[in-house]
Structure formats: structure tokens, C-alpha cells
């Protein structure tokens, strides 16, 4: 058996540098022993007492094992949700790391696993502990709002954490309230929340390695080719796609938007992963990934994140089976203080927010 070799993603540093990480695809799963693979998943996640939390970027298999198996598929603020009032002991998160800390965070009792602690997240990676405590300290007057793509300790030095689909509805209630704001660490979507509710807003300079290249030049070459697409962004995208969007949103807010428009074609701005979730909901309709321009000689992603493709069936197994190295751990005094701004975004969610259920059963 071929043992798969890491490849070195770049990202962005608050800096400006590039900084290099590593991410491994997963063992490629033969067709032949697929079904074998998902049959048994399902029964040891039921004997384990544990429920699967898939993010919309994962591989196909696995979302549609969550679907099938009692969880969820959906986006990290449903996930961070259904984890949170799930009664299974144990969560099985397929996503990437922060998700997994997020979810131990609000569920310190639990045994939280992933098939692969090492999947990362370029904005996560940006924006280390120290830095970002310098800078916050900096700038004692402002209110720390961090997006969910961050570390448990970074989440511990906030005031607030959000995720896209309600950043803009907290911004804008701390705006009113006349705050001044601290973001980090994704500097599209804080662009795209200070536009939308005028807040006055100091960044942090990171971004994520799918959505950054998604280019503005070659999105409208591909409407010319595709006249009646309605075109659907993810606010992670740099303000020149954002300018061509039909609609923007989270990645629920996205597949929404795609039953709410009703059209026959769409342009779809964020990771391809998303796509098999709105191929299920939307039989007979046409989804294009929206084009990239890689960095250099290849593209880094071509819309398809590397981390989130470091979880497969192999691992997931391997993970259900008691393997050591897929188990969760977050300091406890960290995730006490973590908790905080998280539990504060859940309260306001549930207050101003309908319940946004992702595509599981349950």
C-alpha cells in the first residue's frame, strides 16, 4: 500500500510572509471495499455511543455517512450547535482542528475525535497566540471579535467569536452599541463586515488559501460563458468576487440562497466540497466551481481545501477503532476562558437567529 506523501500548502503570515504547512491526503479508498467501509463505520459509531459532525468541505462519503448515521452536515456555526445539544458521548468531528477544539471547548465532558489532528486551517495558522495577544493588548479599547477559524487560545483572548453566517448581525449589534472593533483574523469577510455595517473596524491580516484565489477577471469571463448563472460567494472571498455575487453568504447561506433563486445554473464561489450537499437538495440543476488562479506554476487548492480533504474513510475507521493520535484535547483553563466569547455568539444566535439546520436527519 502506497503511502501518501505530504504536500507543503502556503498561506499567508500577519507579517505578509508566506509560511508553509503540511497536509496529507488520505489513503484513497478502492470502490470495491467502499461499502464495507461506511457499513462499518455506521455500526461502530452506533456501538461507541458517537455521533458524526461533517463540515460541507469533507468528501462526499463522509457526509453522506453523517446524514445517514443521526448527525449533521453543515457549517461550523450548526456544527458548534448540534455537537453542543447532541446527547451522544462521544463527537466525531471531520473537518479541521479548530472545529474539534471548538467542540471540546462546549463540551469539556465528551471525548471529542478527528480522523487527522493535523488538518489545518491557513487562517487558524495565521494568527498565532503571542501576536495576537500583543496586538490585542495594543489596543485596549476595542472589542476582540475573532472568527471560528482560530485556535482555542486565541478564541480565550476574545471578547466574541462568530462564524460567517452571523458575523455581520454581532458586528452590527456592537456597532449600535457604539463599539470599537478588533477582527481577526480572515481580512476578506472583515472587509466585507465592515462595508455592510459600517463599524469601525482595525484587522488582522491573514486570509484562507481557497477563497483568496478565487479571482474577480476570470469569475466574469465565466458569466460571459454562462450568461443566466446566478453567481453564489462566500464573504472569504477578496471584494472584487464579492462584487459579482448574485448572493453572498456562509456556506448554509449559500446553498439557501441556490433554493431561494431559483435558477437553473449557478456559479458557486467557495470550496467545491459544498457542491455535492446542493447536487442532493437540487436535482436537474447545473453547479460550476468558480474558477482560481493558483500561486506560481499550480493551484494551491483549485477550490477544494487541502486540510478538509485530510479526512477520509481509512482514517475515520481508524479513529472509531481506538487508535491512538485522534483524540481532542484542549487545556482546561484555556477552554474555560474559550468558552466565554463562544457561549456569547450561541445566546445571540438562538435570540436572533433561526435554527439554521444543516442537511443531517437529526
Known amino acids: 500500500m502506497a503511502v501518501a506523501k505530504p504536500i507543503q500548502i502556503r498561506f499567508e503570515q500577519v507579517t505578509g510572509d508566506i509560511g508553509l504547512a503540511p497536509a496529507t491526503p488520505p489513503r484513497i479508498v478502492d470502490p470495491a471495499e467502499k461499502a464495507a467501509l461506511i457499513e462499518r463505520a455506521g455500526r461502530l459509531l452506533k ?40 446527547t451522544a458521548s462521544t463527537i466525531v468531528v471531520a473537518g479541521v482542528r479548530f ?68 458575523a455581520e448581525k454581532i458586528v452590527g449589534h456592537l456597532h449600535r452599541q457604539g463599539k470599537k472593533i478588533l477582527w481577526a483574523p480572515d481580512k476578506h469577510l472583515g472587509d466585507y463586515v465592515q462595508r455592510m455595517t459600517g463599524a469601525d473596524m482595525l ?47 456562509s456556506t448554509t447561506g449559500i446553498i439557501q440562497a441556490a433554493e431561494r433563486l431559483g435558477a437553473s445554473e449557478y456559479i458557486v464561489a467557495t470550496d467545491g466540497g459544498i457542491i455535492h450537499q446542493m447536487r442532493k437538495r437540487l436535482p436537474g440543476v447545473t453547479f460550476i466551481e468558480a474558477p482560481t488562479a493558483g500561486k506560481g506554476a499550480t493551484c494551491q487548492s483549485c477550490a477544494h481545501c487541502p486540510w478538509m480533504a485530510m479526512n477520509g474513510l481509512h482514517n475515520l475507521l481508524e479513529t472509531l477503532e481506538g487508535a491512538p493520535g485522534h483524540e481532542v484535547f484542549v487545556d482546561p483553563e484555556v477552554g474555560k476562558r474559550a468558552k466565554v466569547p463562544i457561549q456569547r455568539m450561541l445566546d445571540f444566535a438562538k435570540k436572533n437567529l433561526p435554527t439554521m439546520q444543516g442537511s443531517g436527519d437529526a
Open 47 to 86: 456501538e461507541r455511543n458517537a455521533v458524526l459532525v461533517a463540515h460541507y468541505y469533507v468528501h462526499p462519503d463522509l457526509q453522506d455517512l453523517a446524514q445517514a448515521s443521526g448527525g449533521t452536515v453543515s457549517d461550523s456555526l450548526e456544527m458548534a450547535r448540534f455537537a453542543h445539544e447532541h
Open 203 to 249: 484587522m488582522w491580516n491573514a486570509s484562507c488559501v481557497v477563497h483568496d484565489e478565487f479571482k474577480a477577471q476570470q469569475l466574469e469571463e465565466l458569466k460571459i460563458k454562462h450568461p443566466k448563472a446566478k453567481v453564489l460567494v462566500h464573504p472569504e472571498s477578496p471584494r472584487g468576487v464579492i462584487h459579482l455575487a448574485d448572493a453572498v453568504g
Open 99 to 166: 472545529m474539534g477544539e471548538t467542540s471540546k471547548i462546549l463540551n469539556p465532558e465528551k471525548r471529542v475525535l478527528m480522523p487527522d489532528l493535523l488538518a489545518e486551517c491557513s487562517l487558524d495558522l495565521a494568527t498565532p497566540i503571542d501576536e495576537f495577544s500583543a496586538f490585542c493588548d495594543a489596543h485596549p479599547d476595542r472589542t476582540v471579535v475573532v472568527y471560528a477559524n482560530t485556535s482555542a487560545a486565541v478564541k480565550a483572548r476574545a471578547d466574541w467569536m462568530v462564524t460567517s453566517s452571523i
